[in-house]
């Protein structure tokens, strides 16, 4: 805005001489005029359009992973591994100028472990509007395709989407949700996209994002997160070779996975399958401080504890991780206490 005023103080300094040279209709004219030249003259920059304008690449990809490892950071528990795996992928692909592929990352976990935080907060790394920019597209198996006898017709519409999109932003950010729930061979329709073409019809999709979300594969995490615990090792030992290769051969043979025998598991299309680790007591009770401090209320450790209670805790035995994770925190603040 500084700019847009500096720009139109020099456009007026000609026209500001003695008042009596021009009349006064004249000179109001001749601002008015040099005041839209000007202001044409700058919007006529990409940067100062992408101003007031939403735009596609809109931030500096230097920018963009900076925010989102902080936001991680900030805003992520309990999830080493996310945190680790998703800065370095989304940086190292934001980075590459030459990259050969789009980028894949399928996220699983328990419902309530961040897999849709985690996707937002990508999105807000890219687009300051975030979820809400034009250049991110949210799929909903459940909503977007719900009838098995239409899965012909939703594969020519979903390939139809990702080619229009692109075409307009290479930079598109596709996100499928409730991929435990897709149909089987709707996701492979989009192969060609995720394949290591340089162009396809004319268009190439190597700087798109696909990032796809499933509860599938959680029974294999939790496994191998109570291995360490029943070992007595710590969860931030675990490694990624610990769970990816395990975890993707699960969700390949999963017939509920939306990847059953999927040719994008198949060809080795997915850059990274991310294990979102079962949350554990000590994280809910960060996901209910943060909530309390957004509501702007102080957290005493008397609080913090007796919503983390009242939560729902796994294996029935030793109750170390909540089965809803931090999802019904809100909820549980809304209906314990009167704010």
Known sequence: MK??????????LPLLGPASAVEPISLGLAIAGAAASALTGIISYPRLYCYFRECCLQRQDLRAAAGLQENLEKRLFG???????????????????????????SLHGWTGTGKNFVSKIVAESIYKRGLHSKY????????????????????????????????????????????DKMHAGLIDSIKPFLDYYELLDGVSYRQAIFIFLSNAGAEKITEVALDFWRKGRSREDIQLTDIQNALSMSVFNNKNSGFWHSTLIDRNLIDYFVPFLPLEYRH???CVRVELEARGHAADEELLSRVAEEMTYFPREERIYSDKGCKTVDSKLDYYFDF
């Open 136 to 179: 991110v597209h949210q799929f909903v198996a459940t909503l977007h395709f719900p009838h098995a006898n239409s899965i012909n017709l939703y594969k020519d519409q979903l390939q139809s989407w990702i080619r229009g999109n692109v075409s307009i932003c290479p930079r598109s950010l596709f996100i499928f949700d409730e991929m």
């Open 79 to 105: 999830q080493h591994l996310v945190s680790k795996v998703v800065v370095k992928a989304v940086r190292g692909f934001l980075n590459n100028t030459n990259a050969k592929k789009p980028l894949a990352l």
């Open 284 to 286: 809910v009770k960060m």
């Open 3 to 12: 700019l847009l005023r500096a720009a139109l103080g020099l456009a007026l």
